[in-house]
């Protein structure tokens, strides 16, 4: 698993790179609460183009960043998730909460 952030026009971008499970969520979750902290963004966007395996704890990971980004009046958007994680939303009933978007 790696991770690329960048900040740009008031958005904070993170790019995760290979599963997102038990094992990775932690760290993850650690940078993606600094950067929101540090950078104050308007948007959080998640682009999970090249995740190819998501479990429950990945479910947690952004479920949580959407709260943290509601209670702090953060936009939160995931891009271009790959069919396995769709299939996960899907299955746990939230994808209709979330703000996804395929570019």
Known sequence: MKTQSA????????????DIDHHTTLGIREEIDAGLV???PKRLILDLSETDFMDSSGLG?????LRK????QIGFVLVNPRPPVIKILR???VEKMLDIRIL
């Open 7 to 18: 900040f740009k026009n008031g958005e904070y971008i993170v790019r995760i790179s290979g």
């Open 38 to 40: 540090t950078n104050k």
């Open 61 to 65: 990971l952004i479920l949580g960043r």
């Open 69 to 72: 980004c509601t209670e702090a």
């Open 91 to 93: 299955l746990a009933g």
